[in-house]
């Protein structure tokens, strides 16, 4: 499923403020701008975001930025076009390397979540746990995540824009496998929906099964892809 106007997810917004934009010329004129990582997230050769001046021809103006840049790899998000249309003709390698979901409806779930606000006992126990998770997050909002009165994990917001608020869950490591991940996504998102009124999005950066399935057992449904296209190896 494509769904207009979905925005940019933390994780890929804060390695694009990051990136350096550097100008692809053609004899003296700036033809497009490619933006590469800065190397704390993604590798400094690898290009996060291209952007081609109009009526130019964007497979030839990124050809010409893999060059000059010395770039091994572009990442990008499926709905972005402007890259997807450029790709065409050149001979690079591409692979799955993370999702985007929106949250469609709470599902029944097996065990009931509360969600609360932290204390110090939590802190100590999921403290870097949900640091972790929320990096990426410009003004996150950390609840505790409570089932059978004892705090599993951790439910972490963040307001994207006026609709849009982005989600992230984390399982403490004693907890899981019991599918409390999905029990924690869907009633987070649903309260978000209720009381607040909100659009729920989320995202996996990694391939990692686990963190899908919650999602989806949530009332997650996948939205787009995010590729990284990678020069051949000879």
């Known amino acids: 499923m494509y769904l207009d106007g979905f925005p940019e997810l933390a994780y890929s917004r804060l390695v694009r403020k990051r990136a350096r934009g550097v100008p692809i010329r053609d004899g003296g004129r700036a033809v497009a701008i490619a933006w590469m990582a800065d190397g704390t997230i993604d590798t400094a050769d690898t290009m996060v975001r291209f952007d081609v001046t109009a009526g130019e021809k964007a497979p030839r103006r990124l050809a010409d930025a893999l060059q000059q840049t010395g770039a091994n790899a572009i990442r990008f998000f499926g709905g972005d076009d402007v890259v997807r249309g ?45 640091r972790e998770q929320a990096a990426a997050f410009d003004d996150p909002k950390i609840l505790i995540a409570e089932i059978n009165h004892e705090a599993v994990g951790v439910a972490i917001t963040d307001v994207i824009d006026k609709n849009w608020s982005e989600l992230r869950i984390a399982v403490h490591q004693p907890h899981r496998g019991n599918g409390y991940g999905a029990a924690i996504a869907a009633s987070a998102a649903d309260r978000l929906v209720a009381t607040e009124g909100r659009l729920v999005c989320a995202g996996v950066h990694t391939l990692d099964e686990r963190s899908r399935l919650s999602l989806e057992r949530g009332g997650f449904r996948l939205v787009d892809y995010y590729f990284t296209a990678s020069r051949r190896l000879h």
């Open 86 to 130: 450029a790709l065409k003709g050149l001979e690079l390698d591409t692979e799955v390397t993370g999702a985007a979901f929106v949250f469609r409806h709470a599902p029944p779930l097996p065990v009931k979540v509360t969600l609360r606000e932290g204390s110090m006992r939590d802190s100590l126990v999921l403290g870097e746990m949900a």
